[in-house]
């Protein structure tokens, strides 16, 4: 079974720019999560699908970030501008929804580590 | 709304060792489950244990177990006969599931495990 596929897996850019990360989550799984986890620190929501719909942004700073999956399949996270503060790594992760006395696992990708100079 | 607590940012164990990494977590829900995720250095995050909350024995998995204390809401990690590999990063994660937003899951800020030779 093929994992959660990350790209690009680094991206160095200047502040003010922007930048995309792509997620291809495994096969069948409806939830989709991309998280943002600075150095030292526990991984932080910023927005879970379920299918192609939101069901959590609470986090997301919308001003600059945005993220989107099409056909409820894969996703795009982008930031635009870029700050300094936005340097971390980016992980995208997909579940199940388990199945009877078996809960959803989460597995995650290899992450996007980005850097803003 | 759920949180998560590792009080120990780090710690470290003689290889051969035993060590425990405490976790504690807060919610209201009746039904949820538990998780114990490793990230290795530059690594991809992985899941190591997980435990449902409605079962009363704790999860074992080879040298990994858990001491799952319901009313407590305490969730601690222990690691037997401690080898180099399991130096990482842990993250405890508390999950519940929702119709209609699937799996939600809250991390903690992780224990960093170094295991010295």
């Known amino acids: 079974e093929a994992g959660v596929a990350q790209s690009p897996r680094y991206k160095i850019i200047e502040k003010r720019q922007s930048v995309a990360f792509w997620c291809n989550p495994i096969?069948?799984?409806?939830?989709l999560y991309w998280y943002q986890q600075i150095l030292g620190q526990g991984p932080k929501l910023l927005i879970q699908?379920?299918?192609?719909?939101?069901?959590?942004d609470s986090q997301l700073p919308k001003d600059r970030f945005s993220a989107e999956r099409l056909k409820g399949v894969d996703s795009t996270l982008k930031i635009q501008p870029a700050k300094l503060e936005d340097s971390a790594v980016y992980l995208c992760?997909?579940?199940?929804?388990?199945?009877?006395?078996?809960?959803?696992?989460?597995?995650f990708g290899e992450g996007s580590r980005l850097t803003v100079l | 709304a759920q949180t998560v607590t590792q009080s120990q940012p780090e710690m470290s164990v003689q290889e051969a060792e035993t060590v425990t990494l405490s976790c504690t977590y807060d919610?209201?829900?009746?039904?949820?489950?538990l998780f114990w995720y490793k990230q290795p250095p530059s690594r991809q995050m992985i899941l190591v244990i997980r435990?449902?909350?409605?079962?009363?024995q704790n999860a074992t998995e080879n040298r990994f177990s858990v001491n799952f204390q319901k009313a407590a809401k305490s969730f601690s990690l222990k690691i037997s006969d401690s080898q180099l590999g399991d130096t990482a990063m842990y993250f405890c994660?508390?999950?519940?599931?929702?119709?209609?937003?699937?799996?939600?899951?809250?991390f903690g800020t992780g224990t960093s495990l170094t295991v010295i030779p």
């Open positions: 992760a997909s579940s199940t929804p388990g199945t009877s006395g078996v809960p959803g696992e989460l597995f």
């Open positions: 096969s069948g799984h409806a939830t």
């Open positions: 699908f379920q299918n192609n719909g939101v069901v959590d």
């Open positions: 919610t209201s829900e009746n039904n949820y489950y």
């Open positions: 435990q449902e909350a409605y079962k009363q």
């Open positions: 994660a508390f999950m519940k599931h929702d119709l209609l937003a699937g799996n939600q899951f809250y």
